[in-house]
């Protein structure tokens, strides 16, 4: 498959997206209101059922939106709320880039070489289906409570997604690209790097959305080791608080809209022309 | 990539490790973790780390809080806090296990629970049973009292429902009629009264006298290479522990600065806990003593929790701890408005 080609399958399937997104703007004036405003209506009636909810239920111990969002300036005000996502990003950030570093080429090596799969895969299935928090006594024994140790958990939550992933997309690959490149004479190394590596991308970044997921999931998981900051920290201290159910939401809310944040993020990687070189040959 | 790592590496440093802080003062001197958990039981290390500081701008030992027995426990066994408060039994049961654990003094004496729901028709031990009751742990002493308390009414531990919770969660979990009852340290007992939904059907002091939920203990590596130390942490705690029962004004002090500095607790919930009444909780004659421990080893062992196989002179070294009445307060007078 030539360059001209793949740009040309690229073009047609962005005009094709555009041509979508166009039909569903009624008049067709190019701002989509409707669809900004749906996620922002289901959002306040969310936050309406939730309020209706606490206030008929009596319960003065879960919070309503209004509790939260205060319990959110009070963190603001104490300097707490930065510190505590930029501890938990520090933690997720080194986890999931130390399991990208380890996942992506293991996972690649595996897909590509079947008696490496045959040798590794069994433990690689062992492993995976293991919680974070059954690791919990073990990142402590290894690392104490140090940052490393939940920088560990979020390493082994992100690393088998990834390592999967990988796997599964070089053997997915068509195999067309291989023996042309092969005609050409690349060597190992090349062809790993300038065509396995390439046409996996579009997996391999998928891999890594999910895995991302992963990682920012289990940050409460891995903040109830004694570490001192940290979103998943915040949590778990508002419980020893007594009544400090709101710091509790406020720090779910947190995580939800940084785990969106950085979904967002990982999406636009998607954009970059060595994705959609992968996403156009798989057109 | 690299720039978003080196980025919030050096953020985290900043805002959340202090490493570009200046340090002050103890440079060169031994110093070592301590675990402790947000209970009153535990009180005299973070009073003993805040009037350090207070006095001399150090303090010997870092505090290191948990959220939970196992991590507090886990730490302590990987060598990370080599002084911990644990729960009596747990350090008992630790040293029949052959880990390398000594007690060398108590962390307060009193200061447990149990609680009902205020609408509930348990009035009576008796009443338990068939119900369930939530206990911090597999070795908490709250779990012997309850067996204590049973079987001089000629009942089991098999008469009622033993789960175990960590005590933050155990006031919601009465207030949602999740459990029956409660028991564990103080203050999570009280918040169940200070909210309004909660009633004590016994308090320790008034059924087990002189009651041993925590201790302060050290790893015999810490009492081989670091003796001095040692003498120095338990001079410390006894003296925080004397301080604290000298006056109510201190407990009122102990109960701000504790509770915004190291609980990050409602500072009304620990005055009330401290103070309501001022004998539930108490911190003075804590020197370790023989029929104490004998008493919880037999309890613990008929009640299934400990082996039996670890002594009093095993695990505990009262070498360390002075005679109550030798202890001296802390001379700590905070300004008050």
């Not at chain 2, 809080?65 to 630790?94: D, Q, V």
């Amino acid at each position: 498959m030539n360059a001209t080609t793949t740009e040309t399958m690229a073009e047609e399937r962005g005009r094709e997206a555009a041509r979508g997104a166009a039909r569903s703007v009624k008049g067709g004036k190019g701002v989509d209101w409707l669809g900004l405003a749906l996620p922002w209506g289901v959002g306040a009636l969310f936050l309406l059922g939730w309020d209706l909810s606490v206030r008929f239920s009596g319960s003065d111990l879960f919070p309503k939106p209004i509790d939260v969002a205060r319990g959110i300036v009070e963190l603001i005000r104490h300097g707490l709320l930065l510190k505590y996502v930029v501890a938990s990003l520090f933690r997720v950030s080194w986890g999931f880039a130390l399991a990208t570093m380890v996942g992506v080429p293991f996972g690649l090596l595996l897909g590509w070489y079947g008696r490496a799969s045959q040798a590794f895969n069994p433990l690689i299935q062992i492993f995976r289906p293991i919680s974070p928090i059954a690791w919990i006594p073990v990142a402590i024994l290894w690392f104490g409570v140090s940052d490393a140790a939940p920088v560990f958990l979020i390493f082994l939550a992100s690393v088998f997604p990834i390592t999967v992933s990988s796997m599964a997309a070089v053997r997915t690959m068509q195999p067309v690209y291989v023996r042309a490149a092969q005609n050409f004479g690349l060597s190992e190394w090349e062809l790993f790097r300038q065509v396995i590596f390439r046409a996996c991308l579009p997996q391999i970044i998928t891999g890594l959305r999910i895995a991302l997921g992963i990682a920012w999931l289990v940050v409460v998981a891995a903040e109830m080791i004694a570490v001192n900051s940290g979103l998943g920290y915040l949590i778990i201290d508002a419980r020893n608080a007594g009544k400090r159910y709101d710091l509790v939401v406020a720090g779910m809310l947190m995580i939800g809209l940084i785990g969106l944040g950085l979904d967002f993020l990982v999406r636009k990687l998607e954009n970059f022309d060595e994705v959609r070189w992968g996403y156009a040959n798989k057109a | 990539m690299i720039v978003w790592l080196v980025g919030i590496t050096v953020l985290h440093g900043w805002m959340n490790l202090h490493l570009f802080a200046h340090e002050t003062g103890g440079k060169g001197q031994y110093r070592f973790r301590i675990g402790f958990l947000p209970v009153t039981c535990h009180l005299t290390c973070p009073v003993t780390d805040f009037i350090n500081k207070q006095q001399t701008g150090t303090s010997m030992f870092d505090p290191v809080r948990f959220n939970g027995w196992p991590e507090l426990k886990e730490a302590y066994l990987s060598g990370y806090t080599p002084a911990t408060f644990i729960l009596a039994p747990m350090a008992i049961a630790l040293r029949e296990q052959g880990v390398r654990i000594k007690i060398v003094y108590l962390g307060h004496r009193d200061g447990s629970a149990l609680m009902v729901r205020k609408d509930s028709g348990i009035h009576r031990i008796e009443d338990l049973r068939g119900k369930t009751i939530a206990v911090p742990g597999r070795y908490a002493n709250q779990r012997l009292i309850i067996y204590r308390e049973l079987t001089a009414r000629g009942m089991s531990l098999d008469d009622v429902n033993i789960v175990e919770m960590p005590p933050p969660d155990m006031p919601t979990a009465l207030y949602s009629r999740a459990v029956d009852a409660v028991t564990s340290g103080e203050p999570f007992m009280g918040q169940t009264e200070l909210d309004g939904y909660g009633r004590c059907l016994y308090q320790a002091k008034d059924v087990w006298p002189g009651f041993i939920s925590c201790v302060l203990a050290v790893s015999e590596d810490m009492i081989r290479d670091h003796r001095p130390q040692v003498q120095e942490l338990v001079n410390g705690i006894a003296a925080s522990g004397k301080w604290l029962d000298e006056s109510m004004d201190h407990r009122m002090d102990a109960a701000k600065f504790v509770s915004t500095l190291y609980y990050n607790q409602n500072p009304r919930l620990l005055s009330y806990v401290l103070s309501k009444p001022p004998d539930r909780v108490k911190y003075t004659n804590l020197k370790p003593q023989r029929a104490n421990f004998e008493e919880i080893e037999m309890l613990g062992k008929a009640a299934g929790m400990l082996k039996g196989t670890a002594h009093f002179d095993d695990y505990v070294d009262t070498s360390f701890a002075p005679d109550d009445d030798k202890v001296v307060a802390q001379t700590y007078e905070p300004k008050r408005q």
